[in-house]
């Protein structure tokens, strides 16, 4: 799973199905991410010296990864990511609908680098990216 912090997701699952979102926090040993707004509970805390006054908290609770599609900011669809070396060989993100950059991953490895130029499948437009 390509998801990181910071990207826009759309929730596909559970009560939050349908919410568009951002990625606070991803925790890949577990699968989930912690989405802004999404999969949320309330506490009733009872009064204590930290709480005076009691009350409710509101905590959102880490969703499944796969209960997430990953929102495009350039063409602002829901997509698949897909992983690609560039000529330099670092590796970066990009959207499968329409190719664009989702970000980098990975330094630039030279012995990523010799491979990605042997690939065929890797679209032109990268190269010209410094
Ligand atoms: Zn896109």
């Known amino acids: 799973m390509l998801i ?5 997701v759309v929730v ?15 925790d890949r040993e577990t699968g989930k991410a912690i989405v802004e707004g999404v999969n949320g509970v309330k506490k009733h ?29 350039s063409c602002s669809a829901t997509a698949r990511l897909g992983a690609r070396f560039l000529e330099n060989g670092s590796k ?3 959207c499968k609908k329409c190719n664009a950059s989702a970000g980098e991953i990975a330094p630039a490895k030279k012995a990523h680098a ?9 679209p032109a437009k990268a190269s010209s990216k410094k």
């Open 4 to 8: 990181r912090t910071g990207d826009t």
């Open 12 to 26: 596909i699952a559970g009560n939050d199905s349908g919410r568009k979102s951002r990625v606070i926090k991803v």
């Open 45 to 73: 805390i009872r009064r204590s010296q930290k709480y005076p006054q009691g009350g409710v908290l509101k905590k959102d609770m880490p969703i499944q990864l796969s209960n997430l599609m990953y929102v495009c900011p």
């Open 92 to 94: 970066e993100r990009f």
């Open 114 to 122: 010799h491979a990605a130029a042997g690939k065929t499948k890797k």
